[in-house]
């Protein structure tokens, strides 16, 4: 209804330029167009009688008959919210004495009133824009306004590809298919085919947009630019860092004029986050700090929390929760102020908090149970608002199934196996089975495996993820050794020692390069690998981990697991010395 009250106070600018015999149907046509499924038609039938007592619904359903006996519409849109905006949009066309003259007038007054623009508009623009693509002068008055409504419209508007490739075939025949405006709007169709999902389609495609660009256009031509950081940014959603890296860091190379300072600084940031997944945390914080004293120097506050966050996700990475959660909550606040509860980001930094508090206070019954709830209600709204398996709404339910099993707060392993099984089929239909994401789902569901006792499984799972892992990040990535160590496990819990020695000797050398002797993973891996050697006899090399490892005794920050450790190793040292 909030579409209904803009109309209304629409009205007014309506009448600037059009009869008033016109407006019923031009108000009406716009009505129908949006969200017609939302709504029942007899409500908004009710609602239309009241605001254009004269409007002729027959004659718009005859003209509904007349479509469908020509064959112009398929039987999937016979639905009565589909059929009615079909009509009344060929009526709309058909009726008005000028109908250019009429999306000219009309285009002109929301360019005018583009700073206020709200989401309700979007679908009245988008119908605007659609029907005035025949008309070539003004697909060419309003080529800008058309570029800016795709920000507007390319996260809100449901229809957005398909509407993409309407405006792409107008702009081909306006300017040809190598005209710069044609060649940005064919960008803008590839981005959808991507937010999609679609992302080796988007790859292919980009490429050969590239190729086009780079001949037609200098280097540090924008839209040259716009395409090479979009193709690094599918690198990156495709699990392939090193590319990604190597992408960005050519970008930076190129010599940015004053007009694209944003766009340098926004490559920044988005090099950044390649290299927090490669675990490359300091040069990462580095930038992320420059990046954030940019937007603050310009008071972009959306960009400011933007680097916030990812400077928190660093903390939340590096175990420094406290300093995460302050941020974290600092971020809540203003993104609950500014979008709402139920807002996408808003949602996200309830997790992100949730998580965090988690770290800092665990073994908290009923804040385990409160973190839950957080985690069922995101998920909730996030199936209402994006479905069941969409990339966001699949990311919050395997954090609920991970949050629930770590801490067992389940009624049956089986509940949280479930779960984790939509998640995987959901990432193989959206990024496949080399994606980094349908990788750690099936590392979870190992995990799951293991839990059960199912250790044949468990051992396939962990092999299979290990495989792909070290070719999409190299043997040193966290992920890499987290899968390597899982092998190992199961391979201990099948009293296959000699094997699991070999894999956990790997596992701790691998830790102390990447993480240093004192980090407490790399303890525990040297501590696996010293009972495996001691079961296998060899004591000798037993003894000499477990007193590398009592080295830190007294040394590092310890917790319960840290003092328990310290603890089963002068256990084990005494044993293996008589």
């Known amino acids: 209804m909030e579409t209904l009250a803009t109309f209304g106070l629409s009205i007014v600018h309506v009448k600037r330029f059009s009869n008033e015999d016109d407006i019923p149907i031009t108000i009406l046509s716009f009505l129908y167009y949006i969200y017609p499924q939302q709504v029942s038609v007899e409500m908004e039938r009710n609602i239309f009688q009241q605001l254009l007592p004269n409007v002729s619904y027959s004659k718009i359903e005859e003209f509904f008959k007349l479509l469908h006996y020509f064959n112009l519409i398929t039987t ?17 066309l058909l009726n008005l004495p000028n109908g250019e003259h009429f999306l000219d007038e009309t285009l002109h007054i929301f360019q005018s009133m583009m700073p206020i623009t709200t989401e309700s508009w979007v679908p009245i623009i988008a119908t605007l824009i659609e029907n005035a693509m025949p008309y070539h002068s003004l697909v060419e008055k309003y080529v800008d306004l058309t570029f800016e409504c795709n920000y507007l419209m390319r996260h809100t508007y449901k229809n957005f590809k398909k509407y993409l490739l309407k405006n792409l075939g ?17 960008n803008w169709y590839i981005s959808a085919i991507n937010n999609e999902g679609k992302f080796h389609l988007a790859l292919k495609e980009w490429k050969r947009l590239e190729k086009i660009c780079d001949k037609k256009f200098p280097q540090n031509h924008w839209l040259n630019i716009d395409i090479k950081q979009r193709i690094a940014l599918v690198f990156h959603e495709l699990g392939m860092f090193q590319e990604a890296k190597s992408g960005f860091e050519t970008l930076l190379e ?13 490559i920044k940031g988005n090099y950044a986050l390649t290299l927090k997944e490669l675990n490359e945390y300091d040069p990462a914080l580095s930038l992320f700090n420059e990046v954030l004293a940019y937007w603050s120097n310009l008071g972009d506050d959306i960009e400011i929390c933007s680097a916030k966050h990812n400077i928190a996700a660093i903390y939340f990475d590096q175990e420094r929760f406290s300093e995460a959660k302050d941020i974290f909550q600092e971020l809540l606040e203003i993104s609950t102020k500014m979008f709402g509860e139920e807002d996408a980001e808003t949602l996200e930094t309830k997790i992100w908090m949730a998580k965090t508090c988690w770290q800092i206070y665990p073994q908290n019954k009923k ?7 957080v985690y069922k209600h995101v998920h909730a709204v996030q199936i209402r608002a994006l479905g069941e398996h969409h990339p966001r709404s699949l990311e919050t339910l395997k954090d609920l199934a991970v949050f629930l099993f ?25 990024f496949g089975d080399k994606h980094p994401k349908t990788l750690g789902t099936k590392f979870l569901l190992a995990q799951i495996s293991e839990e059960e006792g199912d250790m044949v499984q468990a051992l396939q799972g ?46 701790y050398q691998t830790r102390i390069t990447v993480l240093g002797r004192d980090d407490k993973k790399t303890l525990f891996s ?13 004591w000798d090399k037993a003894s000499k981990i477990l007193e590398e490892i009592l080295e830190f005794d007294g040394q590092i920050e310890e917790d319960e697991e840290i003092t328990n450790l310290f603890q089963d190793t002068r ?6 010395r008589t």
Do not use: W
Not at 367 to 373: C, G, M, R
Not at 474 to 482: D, F
Not at 571 to 576: D, N, R, V, Y
């Open 254 to 266: 190129i010599e940015f004029g004053k007009d694209n300072e944003i766009t340098k600084f926004r």
């Open 571 to 576: 256990q084990m040292l005494e044993k293996s």
């Open 526 to 538: 040297q501590y696996s690998c010293a009972d495996c050697l001691n079961i296998c006899g060899e």
């Open 76 to 92: 999937k849109n016979e639905n009565r919210g589909d059929f009615i905006s079909i009509a009344t949009e060929a009526y709309f």
């Open 367 to 373: 804040l385990a149970e409160a973190i839950a709830d």
């Open 170 to 186: 107008a702009f081909k025949r306006c300017f040809g298919p190598q005209h710069e405006h044609t060649l940005n709007m064919r």
């Open 406 to 430: 770590e801490n067992g707060v389940y009624n049956t392993i089986s509940e949280v196996k479930e779960m984790l099984e939509v998640v995987l089929q959901g990432n193989l239909e959206n």
């Open 462 to 507: 962990y092999k299979e993820v290990l495989a792909g892992f070290e070719i999409i990040y190299g043997g040193l990535h966290p992920s890499t050794i987290s899968a390597k160590e899982g092998v190992g496990l199961v391979l201990y819990e099948m009293k296959d020692f000699e094997a699991a020695k070999i894999i956990f000797e790997e596992v």
